[in-house]
């Protein structure tokens, strides 16, 4: 999530950010995410019990229960600290990864620290803390990357990348140029994990191959068809969406998978933007992605209690193991990449 120009107060952003979000017409209209149209596989005899299907899996060197994060969303406000509290405890009973939301009103407003804190709920999930990728330009470096890991107790930290969704905000970052090479000298000098990840307009090749040469231990393709920032922030500014057409721009989450893992063979890939069943999450586990990441559907969940986030992440990662079971996959290693790298039809 984007944070805006120096002069505007980045927790008022904040929360309109999450009042635009929990509009319908925050989503896009026209482009979907692609895996529907991929047919999933169907086994009438499975040799397989559903409660044996192993969700288990490994990210980041670290331990999950089941191939999944809980998406970057917000932090900065009270309402934000809130929602990430409720999160982070859902996100520890079921033994799931978590995103934070940008970091940047932390490092700038040391007040709204608290707002990130969830270690307090949540001491053993994979945590991964969140800056933007243009702020490289504008003076951040190592060290601020370093100050937002440790700042809350983070495993690794995301650097997203949101061109069109900064081009339409009042006072959006318009200067982009040279920050690919920025981030290939800053990369290295890191001693955590760094992703590199879109907000949901997702990565194209050229992007991934950049990524992947200077050192981002995994990638968050974010594709399109889900939540459209471009509409968000135009929601934040106007009230409406101004320019629809173009708010229907980026790369379907499925294409961006599949473009990333033929870039960028190996490097560990997060499938977000879209992803809304647990059917989705088999698909794009399917087309390679190492875990998925959900964030929209679990806003208002977070409105209301850590219990209604877990419920809701229950469902979805019991349709994620019926959809192992009746594809033929035993585990999380089995489906991974087995349907191969091929375009969709």
């Known amino acids: ?60 060197g670290r331990a999950l229960r089941a191939p999944v994060l809980i998406g970057a969303m917000t932090g900065g406000a009270q309402r934000a600290a809130h929602i990430n509290r409720n999160l982070a405890t ?28 969830v270690r307090a709920v949540a001491p053993d999930v994979l945590l991964i ?5 243009a702020q490289f330009l504008r003076g951040y470096d190592e060290a601020h ?3 937002a890991v440790e700042g809350v107790g983070a495993d690794a930290l995301a650097i997203h990348v949101n061109p069109l969704q900064e081009a339409l905000q009042a006072g959006g970052d ?10 290939a000298e800053v990369v290295p000098r890191v001693p955590y994990p760094l992703l590199l990840k879109e907000v949901g307009h997702g990565l194209d090749g050229a992007a991934v191959r950049a990524a992947a040469r200077a050192g981002f231990a995994a990638l968050d393709v974010a594709g399109a068809g889900g939540t459209s920032w471009a509409r968000v922030e135009q929601l934040v500014r ?31 890939l997060i499938a977000s933007g879209g992803i809304r069943s647990g059917l989705d999450a088999a698909k794009a586990l399917a087309l390679g992605a190492t875990a998925v990441a959900v ?4 806003l208002a969940p977070a409105l209301d209690s850590a219990e209604a986030v877990e419920a809701w992440l ?17 585990s999380v290693r089995a489906v991974q990449g087995a349907l191969g790298a091929e375009p969709l039809p």
Not at 129 to 133: H, S, V
Request: charged fraction near 20%; glycine fraction near 10%; charge should be positive.
């Open 1 to 60: 999530m984007s944070d805006g120009a120096p002069n505007v107060d980045l927790s008022d952003r904040k929360l309109r950010h999450i009042e635009a979000c929990l509009r319908a017409d925050s989503q896009y209209a026209h482009v979907t995410t692609g895996f529907e149209r991929l047919r999933w596989p169907y086994r009438a005899l499975p040799d397989l019990n559903v409660d044996d299907v192993d969700l288990r899996t490994t990210f980041l």
């Open 90 to 117: 859902a996100a520890q009973r079921l033994g799931v990864g978590l995103m934070l939301g940008s970091q940047r009103v932390m490092l700038e407003r040391p007040d709204t620290a608290a707002s990130f804190q």
């Open 129 to 133: 803390g969140n800056l933007g990728a």
């Open 145 to 147: 990357v370093v100050r």
């Open 174 to 183: 318009r200067a982009w140029a040279g920050v690919a090479a920025r981030l």
């Open 238 to 268: 106007f009230g409406a969406v101004r320019t629809p057409d173009l708010c229907e721009v980026g790369v379907p989450t499925a294409q961006a998978l599949l473009g990333a893992r033929a870039a960028a063979p190996g490097v560990p």
């Open 295 to 298: 964030a929209r559907p679990l």
């Open 314 to 330: 229950a469902t979805f990662l019991e349709e994620l193991r019926v959809a192992l079971f009746v594809g033929g996959f035993g």
